[in-house]
């Protein structure tokens, strides 16, 4: 199984006389020399090993090349689990689990962890309290007993070192004491049981004589692993690695003079140094070895605590390594559902009840079941899912993917989708817009195929299992091959962490699906579903098709940390960079129409004609009309003021403008019957020219790219100039481009000379949606890239990445559109001297 780690440090307690008076000498053994030096030292039931070399550096042991692999992140204590997915604990005392890309943070105040190939981790608080980490609730329980070092045994259960020094044993219902003293313990797959005890000497477990065997030929050891065959690998004294078989290569020398080994870089900080122990426990060999006084593990309410006692004879019934998370097992209540009175467009649930949603902009949403309402969370996207750890990972506009790591949002570069969810395993399944499945790598780095196709929608069973919506409707689950479909059409679908299947049928019904393989009707209350997510124990909550949230239960969670995931999240987490790809059409069959409210905001100055409108990097309107200065929306007055500009005071009419990150002012504008590309910095107007072209149009992008439609005579190209330079260059060889607007990570919409309207894709300018769309103006939101356009009947329309069309608001009509911090649109429709603006 595994062992955990040892403390690099020689004991100050010395044994007590008689205390392994029953020791046996077990002879000389072999011991042989490993490469490289080592403060910790841990090896899995699979025979993978790892150590911390004294520098604090991980390393992983390569068996087939017979030599150590480096890793990252500095470390004093390493525990082996399943795969290459060790856990560690810092000299912070923080505790790490390995993803198979990079360290995460799973709580602190640790001075050891322990876990095995089946799962179970174990952790030692600086208090000596112990921890057991429950992965599908992402939380760590209190474990009855004191320990200061622990590994576990073949069923699953701690073996310890408690904090007095003392050996402990659980066997389920009590801890038992074992004779001796010890500094680190150890457990191979055969449960064979070693130990360093107090003195250095390396002992072996006699469970009929019940006393400890010294292991001869290896003195001063600190920490100890032991193989799946029961062989012994140790760091002793300098942390020079003996081993006396196992995971080697007998047929050649492990000596250092023969053995090449990979030297840990200097790291630019001071040494890591083993957390010293409480002052019952053997003390830190270095001198200058300081105590950890890191902020203690937050358990969560549920399960309940377990009662932890200092005693050698604790029980703990309720730490059973069989341990079932309740949220997998599914619910016999009958489902009643709650209209919440609040809206969504969709949402996502993870395994402890974390709901996540996106608004018709598609603003990410989080419930809170404090305040009986939906929290605004950093970030746009299009689709949502949630993970095991209860982060939520999803799809932006352009199809690229991101996942929350609790603190910000991370791309998955190179990887887009047209739809995505996550399993509670933790596999992640996407599809593309030609309706194929794909699975992320464990790397994380791309999609890789797997069966399955004509495919629109996916979600993922506990187990990883696809289950699919094909683009005639039916579902299926692609678990096999050929996929098996069921005679069942649906517009959604979501599955539960207990496997529990649910979707919304075509005709419109919320629907499960039962033991015989048929999908049955459950009632929602006289509304008509539209989407569904499934939560803990099979509890769906539902979205209406006048986009209210019925919920069937609330789920009780820990929220204290809610506010400050929000709070460290980059609001453009979800901008991204590189590839796109084509968000997939919904299945539903539903028309998507509606009606905003949509209020006056005086705007002095610019007279009875239209307002040209533009937005800056903080989502602030603007706005200027024929022969009249630049004015901008002043929040604290309530009304548009004057932006002090020049431009539209100094003889030009402003066409269309844009700002930029810096303030500049760009614009397209008619200056004595000419037109020009200008540029207002500090009341500075400059002009920028390309040679026999007329500027026809201007926007500016988040980052500060400019991009110009350059005005050919029979050509109309795009052009774009970067934030550090003063020189315009061709974007693209099309040669029909009329307007352009510009989104977060250059998302750039273009209108052509035949008014439709198109969209980068990173190769070209493709129709959104593909059977076209006229329109007269466009706006990209700088701050979530929502679109709008005007059509030719100045009619408002708002891009739906989701159904991949365009959404009209029935109730206005528009000339000019501009998008704030919040993706709402503003609109001049021709009223004297007024801009309206969309509620919230």
Not at 31 to 57: C, E, F, H, K, L
Not at 360 to 382: A, M
């Amino acid at each position: 199984m595994r062992r955990f780690l040892a403390l690099c440090m020689v004991l100050a307690l010395l044994v007590m006389p008689g205390a392994f008076a029953q020791a046996q000498d077990n002879g000389k053994s072999t011991w042989r020399q490993m490469p490289g030096t080592a403060a910790d030292i841990s090896i899995n039931a699979d025979g993978q090993a790892y150590v911390v070399g004294t520098d604090g550096t991980p390393w992983r042991w390569d068996r087939v090349e017979q030599r150590w692999r480096r890793m990252s992140g500095r470390f004093v204590r390493i525990s082996a689990a399943l795969g290459n997915r060790p856990w560690a604990v810092s000299a912070e005392g923080v505790v790490f689990y390995y993803n198979g890309l990079w360290w995460e943070d799973r709580g602190k105040g640790v001075v050891d962890v322990a876990a095995d190939i089946a799962g179970n981790v174990y952790a030692a608080k600086s208090n000596g309290q112990i921890l057991k980490w429950y992965a599908l609730r992402n939380e760590w329980q209190p474990f009855d007993g004191n320990a200061a070092r622990l590994t576990i045994d073949g069923n699953g259960l701690p073996w310890v070192v408690g904090t007095d020094g003392h050996i402990r044993s659980y066997d389920g219902k009590n801890w038992l004491t074992l004779p001796g003293l010890a500094r680190d313990i150890a457990i191979g797959s055969t449960d064979i049981v070693v130990i360093a005890d107090a003195t250095g000497l390396i002992r072996l477990w006699n469970a009929e004589d019940k006393s400890w065997a010294i292991i001869d030929g290896a003195r001063d050891a600190t920490t100890i692993g032991v193989t799946p065959d029961g062989k012994i690998w140790a760091a002793v004294k300098d942390g020079v690695i003996l081993a006396n078989g196992g995971l080697l290569d007998e047929e050649s020398s492990l000596e250092q003079d023969t053995v090449k080994t990979p030297k840990a870089e200097q790291p630019q900080t001071q040494p890591v140094i083993a957390p010293q122990a409480s002052a019952s426990v053997p003390a830190a060999s270095e001198p200058n070895a300081a105590s950890i006084e890191a902020p203690p593990i937050v358990v969560g309410n549920t399960p309940p605590a377990i009662t932890s006692t200092s005693d050698s004879a604790g029980t703990n019934n309720a730490a059973r390594s069989d341990f079932v998370d309740p949220v997998t097992i599914t619910t016999n209540d009958k489902l009643t559902f709650i209209n919440t009175e609040k809206t969504a467009k969709t949402l996502a649930i993870g395994a402890d009840g974390s709901v996540f949603g996106l608004d018709d902009g598609g603003n990410i949403l989080r419930w809170s079941n404090r305040k009986r309402q939906f929290d605004s969370f950093p970030g746009t996207l299009v689709r949502i899912s949630v993970d095991k750890d209860d982060h939520p990972w999803g799809l932006s506009a352009l199809g690229r993917v991101f996942r929350h790591d609790g603190k910000r949002w991370r791309q998955i570069y190179n990887a887009t989708a047209s739809d995505i969810s996550v399993g509670y395993d933790g596999t992640v399944l996407g599809t593309n817009a030609a309706g194929r499945l794909f699975r992320l790598n464990a790397a994380q780095t791309r999609f890789e195929p797997v069966p399955g196709t004509r495919i629109s929608r996916v979600a993922t069973g506990p187990d990883g299992t696809p289950w699919t919506v094909r683009t005639d409707k039916l579902v299926q689950r692609c678990d096999v091959t050929p996929c098996k479909v069921y005679p069942q059409k649906a517009n959604a679908i979501s599955v539960g962490p207990d496997g529990s299947v649910f979707i919304v049928s075509d005709s419109h019904h919320l629907m499960r699906l039962n033991e015989d393989g048929r999908f049955d009707i459950v009632q929602t209350a006289g509304k008509i579903p539209a989407d569904v997510a499934v939560g803990p124990m099979g509890y769906p909550w539902v979205v209406t098709d006048n986009e209210l949230v019925l919920a069937s239960t609330f789920f009780d969670r820990d929220e204290s940390d809610d506010p400050l995931e929000a709070a460290t999240t980059d609001e453009d987490g979800t901008t991204g960079i590189g590839a796109t790809a084509t968000v997939a059409s919904s299945p539903s069959s539903f028309t998507f129409s509606k009606n905003i409210t949509f209020d006056s905001v005086p705007a002095p100055g610019l007279g009875s004609s239209s307002a040209v409108l533009a937005s800056d990097i903080d989502g602030i309107i603007w706005a200027t009309a024929y022969n009249a200065e630049i004015k901008k929306y002043s929040p604290r007055q309530r009304k548009f003021v004057s932006a002090n500009a020049r431009l539209g005071t100094n003889q030009e009419i402003v066409l269309s403008f844009d700002i930029a990150p810096n303030g500049d002012i760009w614009a397209y504008a008619d200056s004595m019957q000419t037109r020009t590309l200008l540029r207002e910095r500090n009341r500075v107007i400059k002009q920028y020219n390309i040679a026999n072209a007329e500027p026809k149009d201007v926007a500016v992008s988040p980052d500060g790219t400019v991009f110009a439609i350059f005005d050919f005579g029979s050509d109309w190209y795009l052009y774009s100039k970067a934030p550090n330079s003063e020189n315009f260059t061709k974007f693209s060889n099309d040669n029909e481009i009329y307007k352009v607007s510009v989104g977060p990570g250059n998302d750039i919409w273009i209108i052509d000379s035949d008014n439709v309207v198109k969209q980068w894709t990173g190769k070209k300018f493709q129709s959104r949606p593909a059977q076209g769309q006229k329109a007269g103006v466009i706006a990209v939101g700088k701050t979530d890239g929502t679109v709008y356009i005007r059509d030719l009947d100045n009619g408002l329309l708002k891009w739906n990445g989701i159904n991949h069309s365009f959404d009209r608001v029935n109730n206005i009509s528009a000339d000019y559109v501009a998008i704030d911090e919040k993706g709402r649109p503003w609109v001049s429709d021709g009223t004297a001297n007024v801009v309206k603006r969309a509620r919230n």
